[in-house]
């Protein structure tokens, strides 16, 4: 648990703006280095990947979806050995601010006592593994390419005004880990002869519109050998896209159509019901 602390307080002290981010919506592309990292020779094993979907359909009754995410180990030469080869999946949703609030009861009322912003919190984070992530990933390598859900939180947005910020970034974890918005599978990601690989990635049904980050982790002795990420695009449909949009766009003419539909609707029961009464 200490260690979980201290992790979540390294990735927020960092800048925000990981290169993760900077993907052109549309283009499946290899991760290049992180900033400030010495470039890299070719590696010898390279990861070539598909997506089952590349868009999500959000109606009136989506109640979640899979994504299917498969791919092969492409090399010149035979599998090196003494070492495993292993896969980590990740999907990430869109970038949102978020102030975690603590609360305190006094005089017999709550009251906010504290609160921490963070700059840029995924509302969707899931990352799937071929073992746990302890054994396959180095901590180093974790820092540098953000992988495990902990560094899913970006930055702090402002100064922080508390002693110690850890028990909000950690709460606001563990919140999204109880409603299935962040998850860690250990073990889902199926590979077959260090070659063929394969994860079922669980969509819930919360889902808010937007590009969505896959990216994929090739790695041996703990080290990420070759990386490769591809988008996602989560969008409404349909009346459920319209009634979103016409929200958005025009609140006023949105209030008004649901006050009248809420008119309708209370006239039409009124009415049932006295007819019912009169038979």
Excluded: C
């Excluded at 598909?50 to 868009?55: A, F, N």
């Excluded at 880990?177 to 860690?184: D, P, T």
């Excluded at 002795?221 to 990420?229: A, H, L, N, S, Y």
């Amino acid at each position: 648990m200490r260690a979980r602390a201290i992790l979540l307080t390294l990735a927020l002290l960092l800048p925000f703006g990981g290169h993760a981010q900077n993907a052109i919506p549309g283009y499946p592309e290899r991760i290049t280095n992180p900033p400030n990292v010495t470039a890299k020779p070719e590696p010898a094993e390279t990861v070539v990947a598909g997506l089952s979907r590349e868009d999500v359909e959000i109606t009136t009754n989506f109640d979640g979806s899979e994504i299917i995410i498969y791919g092969a180990v492409k090399r010149e030469t035979p599998i090196p050995k003494g070492s495993a080869l292993d896969v980590i999946v990740t999907v990430e949703g869109p970038q949102q601010s978020v102030t975690v609030r603590h609360k305190e009861r006094k005089l017999g009322i709550w009251i906010n006592t504290g609160h921490v912003s963070i700059g840029a919190a995924p509302n969707f984070y899931v990352v799937a593994t071929t073992r746990p992530m302890e054994t396959i990933l180095d901590p180093a390598e974790d820092q540098r390419y953000r992988v495990s859900v902990p560094l899913a939180l970006r930055a702090f947005a402002g100064p922080v005004t508390v002693e110690d910020a850890v028990p909000y970034t950690e709460a606001l974890v563990r919140l999204r880990e109880e409603s299935g918005l962040y998850r860690l599978d250990e073990g889902v990601v199926r590979l077959a002869q260090q070659t063929l690989f394969r994860a079922d990635v669980r969509l819930p049904a919360n889902l808010i519109e937007g590009y969505y980050s896959t990216r994929i982790f090739l790695l041996r002795d703990g080290k990420v050998i070759d990386t490769f990420r591809a988008p996602i695009d989560v969008r409404k449909v349909g009346l459920e896209r319209w009634l979103y949009r016409l929200a958005l766009n025009q609140p006023f003419l949105y209030g008004i159509m649901s006050l009248a539909i809420a008119m309708a609707a209370g006239w039409g029961a009124s009415a049932a019901f006295r007819a019912f009464r009169r038979t």
